[in-house]
Every structure is written in structure tokens, then in C-alpha cells.
């Protein structure tokens, strides 16, 4: 777990690896990995000291998030999202996770893990909730300009991908686009459409905005500037929506008491749109098993992309 790259610093995603560790105690190991003279200490500040299934690999440097990932990774050798995944490359760790730079883990992922035969650029896959279960969006940020052949592509691997997340025998696959009807979308889009039902894939088609939410498709796809720009959009959305209800059951001692009334419900209701639970996507079309997690993670959102 490459713990340096997040917004809220290493010591909040420490605490996130030990409740991970506290919730799963099928996981045998985890490295932590970063500058190891500012890990030790956190270590022992976040109850991890000591504890056998943890252990910290070096690395001297760090990919920030203002860093251009190409120069990043051509002058930072021991930055530790690269470290990490060496870690996955050479058989010391089953996968990779990091909440830094998502350029950066994206281009390292593709040097030190490497592409599966044929895959022409891997996809960030999400998944996010829908009205009764989930669905898949690809891409969600790796790739911010596709051609037609790309977003079949991130149709296969999101097919395959919800099929095992989501245990869906055969997911209904969509274009993302603003209409069902086949003038609609670019060119990009329609293009792709008509690639897409060359395959033995249960594609519909194109999906619209509505239908992601409401079980209308189980896979999304749509090329990672639209898809980032949709996964940003709808945190957003869930945030003000418990922001809504917080302000509305805060206006009076009235609203106060029918909030305590209503905590049961209004607690569930958070659970099911908490973006926070869905953190950790996976990149498809690697050779190994590496997951970005939200830049913004805090502890919460840290222990739930290592439960993916």
C-alpha cells in the first residue's frame, strides 16, 4: 500500500490499514510503503506497531500530485507508488493500492506490472450504487481521450469485471451518451456503439444519465474525461443530498426531535450513498492487481479500498 501520495498525509491512511486489518483478519500481510524513518513512528501513533502482518518497504521519494506523471517517473526512481508495485510485479504482494497520483499509478502500473496480451490501454473501473444492487463505470479517469476500440475494450473488461464483483452471469453494457436513440452522442460514441455490438456482449446500446442510477445498465462506459467528471459529480451530489437533510433536521427542536425519531432510517440512508464505501478501483487490463484509491480518502475510505 503506497500510503504517501493522499491529501490527508500518511498517518490518516495508517489508520485506515489498521481498521482494514481489524475488520478482515483473512488479510496476512500488508507493507506499507513510504520513507521508512516517517512510517516507524506513525506505526506506534496508529496501533500498528508490532503487529505481525504489517511490515514497511522503503522508498526515499514521492509522486505528488502536481507532478507530471512522466517526468515523475523518469526522475523519481524510488517513489513509492513505483515501490509498490514492484511489489506486485515480482510475487511479494498480491496487489497494489494507492491514493496518489492517478497519472503516475496508471503509467507505473503499465511499466512495472505490465498489460495483458492485446489490452490496448488499461481502464479504471468504479463501482458505484444503483437503486437495488450496483453498477460499473469505465473509464473512470485513466484515459481522458479514447478511440472507438478503447471503449470496447473497457466494455470486455467491465463485463468481466462486474460479472465477478458483482455476480452478474450477464451484465447489461451501455455507451454513456445524452439519448438511446442511435443519432445521438459524438462521434467517438457512435463509432463505438457500432463496434460494441459485434461482440457477444449483452449491450443495449447507448444508456443515458438516468439509468445509472436507477438499475437501467450494470456497466457504463465512456472514456475518462466524461467518466471522471460523472464519478466527481456524483459524490458531489450524495454530499449535498446529506447536507439537505442534515440543514432541514437542524432548523428547530421540532426537527431535532423528529431527526432522533428518524435516526434508524436516516443512518441507512447514509450507508447507501456514502461514496467513502466504494472506494478503491480497480485498473483492468494489467498483469496484476492495482487499485487507485480517491486522493481525498480519509481512514474510513482507506479501509474499505483494501477490503476490494
Not at 526512481?77 to 509498490?84: E, I, N, P, T
Not at 455507451?175 to 462521434?187: A, M, Q, R, V, Y
Request: charged share 25%; with cysteine; hydrophobic share 40%.
Amino acid at each position: 500500500m503506497d500510503v504517501m501520495g493522499g491529501d490527508h498525509g500518511p498517518e490518516e491512511l495508517l489508520h485506515g490499514v489498521r481498521q482494514g486489518l481489524d475488520a478482515e483478519p483473512g488479510i496476512s500481510r500488508v507493507t506499507v510503503v513510504g520513507p521508512e524513518d516517517t512510517l516507524r513512528p506513525m506505526l506506534a501513533a496508529t496501533g500498528l506497531q508490532g503487529d505481525p502482518r504489517v511490515a514497511i518497504r522503503h522508498a526515499s521519494e514521492v509522486a505528488l500530485m502536481t507532478d507530471d506523471p512522466a517526468v515523475a517517473l523518469r526522475r523519481k526512481k524510488d517513489a513509492s507508488v513505483l515501490r509498490a508495485l514492484e511489489l506486485v510485479r515480482d510475487g511479494e504482494a498480491d496487489a497494489a493500492i494507492s491514493s496518489g497520483n492517478t497519472g503516475c499509478l496508471y503509467a507505473g502500473a503499465c511499466i512495472r506490472v505490465g498489460r495483458l496480451d492485446g489490452v490496448m490501454r488499461p481502464t479504471i473501473a468504479c463501482i458505484l450504487p444503483s437503486l437495488h444492487g450496483a453498477w460499473v463505470l469505465v473509464d473512470g479517469g485513466a484515459n481522458p481521450e479514447c478511440e472507438p476500440e478503447h471503449l470496447v475494450q473497457f466494455a470486455i473488461m467491465g463485463s468481466a469485471y462486474a460479472k465477478v464483483l458483482l455476480g452478474i452471469d450477464r451484465p447489461r453494457v451501455g455507451i454513456l451518451s445524452n439519448g438511446s436513440e442511435d443519432s445521438k452522442g459524438t462521434d467517438l460514441t457512435r463509432a463505438a456503439v457500432a463496434l460494441l455490438r459485434h461482440t457477444d456482449l449483452a449491450t443495449q446500446g447507448y444508456c443515458e444519465g438516468y439509468d445509472l442510477f436507477m438499475d437501467g445498465v450494470d456497466v457504463c462506459v465512456c472514456d475518462g474525461f466524461v467518466g471522471n467528471v460523472l464519478l466527481k459529480t456524483s459524490e458531489g451530489l450524495a454530499s449535498m443530498m446529506g447536507e439537505f437533510i442534515r440543514q432541514e433536521f437542524t432548523r428547530s427542536w421540532t426537527d431535532k426531535l423528529a431527526a432522533l425519531v428518524a435516526m434508524p432510517v436516516l443512518r441507512r440512508f447514509k450507508q447507501r450513498v456514502d461514496h467513502r464505501r466504494y472506494n478503491g478501483a480497480a485498473l483492468l487490463g494489467l498483469r496484476g492487481l492495482v487499485f487507485k484509491s480517491h486522493g481525498s480518502a480519509d481512514a474510513f475510505s482507506f479501509e474499505n479500498a483494501l477490503d476490494r
